[in-house]
C-alpha cells in the first residue's frame, strides 16, 4: 500500500541617509560590550560562542541574512561547524542559546514553565504587545491559550470554520483565469487571513475595513524580526506603526461591541466570534484583548498560508506525490505544531485550512511556475517573488 510523508518546511544628502545607521552601530556595539561584560562576570556555565563585543553587529547582520529554506543558514553553519549543536550568541539586543539538537529541543518544549520559562527578543513584545501569548508566561499565558483553546476546539471548527473555509476556498478560485500570471502566496493569502477576520471579528471577506487591515498585517509581519532600529523607513519603525493602526481598528470594533450590548439592554455578548466569545468570557482588559486578537490573526493566517504555498512549490516537482494525494492518500504522522505548553493551539484550524485548499486546488487545478522563486528563510520562510504562477483547468471542475 503507497503511504506519502510530506514535510512542508512568516533624495537627501548621504550624511543625513548615513548618520542614524552610525548612530544605531555605536548604541547596538555599546549594548554587545555591556552584555559581554555581565555575562562574563556571571561565571555561568554557558555553551561556547560569541555572546556579543565588537562582533555583535556582524553576528546580527549574519543571522538576519536571507537563506535558502534547504539548508541552515550561513549564521547557524557557521557557529555550528565552530561550537557544535548548542552555541551562544548575540542577537535582536539579547545574549541568546542556539539548539540545533533535536533531543534538547524537545526537552525543552516539555519541561517549558518547570525547568525553562519562555523568553524572547524584546522586539518581539514590542510588536506583538507585551501581554501577547506568545510572550507571556505563567496564569496569563494558560488563561489565553484556554480562550484560544476553547474558540478553535473541534466542534467550532466544524460549525463556524469549515463552512466559511469551504465558501472562501471556491470563491476565490472561481476568480481565477487561466493562463493568467498570479501570485499564490496573495492568494493563499486572501484565504488564511479572511478566514481569521471573519471569525475573530465578523468582517466578511472583500469589505473595505478587512482589506485595509490585511494590508497593514502585511507590513507589520515584514518587522516582527528586524533590527531594532527605530527612525522612520526602518522595517521595524514600519512594523511598529502598523501595529499601532491594527489595535486603533480593533478598539474602535471592540467599543462598538459594548456599546450596542449596553443599548439593547442584554446581559450577554454576541459569541459568534472570538471577540465576543472573550468579551463574555474573561475579564481581559482593553490592551490584552488587541494583543491576543492581533497575535491570532497573525498565527492564523501567516504560518498556515506558508504551509500553502510551500506545498504547493514542493508538489509542482514532485509527480509521485501529486499522484498520490489525488488518490486517497493514508494518513501520515507529521507533527509541525510543537510541543509542550507551547503546542500551537490553532493546529486543528491549520490543519484543516491546508486540506481543503489543497482539496480544491489539486483536484481542479494544473499549474506551471513562471519564474524560478526558491523560498528563503526569514522570521517565516518566504518567496521572494510570491510565487508566481498560471493555471489550467481540469475538466473535473464543478
Given at each position: 500500500m503507497e503511504s506519502i510523508s510530506l514535510e512542508l518546511f512568516l533624495v537627501k544628502p548621504l550624511f543625513l541617509l548615513l548618520l542614524p545607521a552610525f548612530a544605531a552601530a555605536f548604541i547596538w556595539l555599546s549594548i554587545g560590550l555591556k552584555s559581554s561584560?555581565?555575562?562574563?562576570?556571571?561565571?555561568?556555565?554557558?555553551?561556547?560562542?560569541?555572546?556579543?563585543?565588537?562582533?555583535?553587529?556582524?553576528?546580527?547582520?549574519t543571522f538576519l541574512k536571507p537563506s535558502s529554506c534547504d539548508s541552515h543558514g550561513d549564521f547557524a553553519e557557521q557557529n555550528i561547524q565552530k561550537y557544535g549543536k548548542i552555541y551562544k550568541s548575540y542577537v535582536m539586543g539579547e545574549p541568546t542559546i542556539f539548539s540545533t539538537d533535536i533531543d534538547f529541543q524537545r526537552f525543552i518544549l516539555l519541561?517549558?514553565?518547570?525547568?525553562?520559562?519562555?523568553?524572547?527578543?524584546?522586539?518581539?513584545?514590542?510588536?506583538?504587545?507585551?501581554?501577547?501569548?506568545?510572550?507571556?508566561?505563567?496564569?496569563?499565558?494558560?488563561?489565553?491559550?484556554?480562550?484560544?483553546?476553547?474558540?478553535?476546539?473541534?466542534?467550532?471548527?466544524?460549525?463556524?470554520?469549515?463552512?466559511?473555509?469551504?465558501?472562501?476556498?471556491?470563491?476565490?478560485?472561481?476568480?481565477?483565469?487561466?493562463?493568467?500570471?498570479?501570485?499564490?502566496?496573495?492568494?493563499?493569502?486572501?484565504?488564511?487571513?479572511?478566514?481569521?477576520?471573519?471569525?475573530?471579528?465578523?468582517?466578511?471577506?472583500?469589505v473595505?475595513?478587512?482589506?485595509?487591515?490585511?494590508?497593514?498585517?502585511?507590513?507589520?509581519m515584514k518587522g516582527l524580526l528586524a533590527l531594532p532600529l527605530y527612525f522612520p523607513g526602518t522595517a521595524y519603525?514600519?512594523?511598529?506603526?502598523?501595529?499601532?493602526?491594527?489595535?486603533?481598528?480593533?478598539?474602535?470594533?471592540?467599543?462598538?461591541?459594548?456599546?450596542?450590548?449596553?443599548?439593547?439592554?442584554?446581559?450577554?455578548?454576541d459569541q459568534s466570534d472570538l471577540l465576543g466569545y472573550v468579551l463574555q468570557n474573561s475579564n481581559l482588559n482593553v490592551e490584552q484583548i488587541g494583543d491576543l486578537l492581533l497575535g491570532l490573526i497573525f498565527g492564523g493566517h501567516e504560518t498556515t498560508t506558508t504551509s500553502i504555498v510551500m506545498s504547493v512549490y514542493y508538489l509542482h516537482d514532485c509527480p509521485m506525490a501529486l499522484k498520490q494525494l489525488r488518490r486517497n492518500p493514508q494518513s501520515t504522522a507529521f507533527l509541525p505544531f510543537g510541543q509542550g505548553l507551547r503546542k500551537c493551539p490553532g493546529q486543528e484550524l491549520a490543519r484543516m485550512e491546508t486540506a481543503i485548499f489543497l482539496h480544491h486546488f489539486l483536484l481542479n487545478f494544473e499549474w506551471e511556475l513562471i519564474e524560478s522563486d526558491h523560498p528563503m528563510g526569514y522570521a517565516i520562510p518566504q518567496f521572494l517573488k510570491g510565487l508566481p504562477l498560471k493555471v489550467h483547468r481540469l475538466p473535473t471542475l464543478n
Open positions: 561584560l555581565k555575562w562574563k562576570t556571571k561565571g555561568l556555565n554557558l555553551p561556547p560562542g560569541n555572546m556579543g563585543g565588537p562582533l555583535s553587529i556582524w553576528e546580527n547582520i519541561n517549558d514553565g518547570k525547568l525553562f520559562e519562555q523568553h524572547g527578543p524584546k522586539t518581539l513584545s514590542h510588536i506583538l504587545g507585551r501581554t501577547s501569548m506568545l510572550v507571556v508566561n505563567g496564569e496569563l499565558h494558560h488563561h489565553l491559550r484556554s480562550l484560544s483553546l476553547n474558540f478553535v476546539g473541534i466542534a467550532k471548527l466544524k460549525t463556524l470554520f469549515l463552512p466559511d473555509i469551504n465558501r472562501i476556498v471556491i470563491q476565490l478560485m472561481k476568480d481565477w483565469k487561466e493562463n493568467t500570471p498570479f501570485r499564490m502566496k496573495e492568494e493563499a493569502c486572501k484565504v488564511t487571513f479572511n478566514v481569521m477576520v471573519k471569525n475573530v471579528l465578523s468582517m466578511n471577506p472583500g473595505e475595513g478587512a482589506e485595509e487591515l490585511r494590508k497593514l498585517y502585511m507590513c507589520f519603525w514600519k512594523a511598529l506603526q502598523s501595529r499601532k493602526a491594527i489595535l486603533s481598528k480593533l478598539r474602535r470594533v471592540l467599543k462598538e461591541r459594548i456599546r450596542k450590548k449596553e443599548a439593547a439592554g442584554i446581559d450577554e455578548f
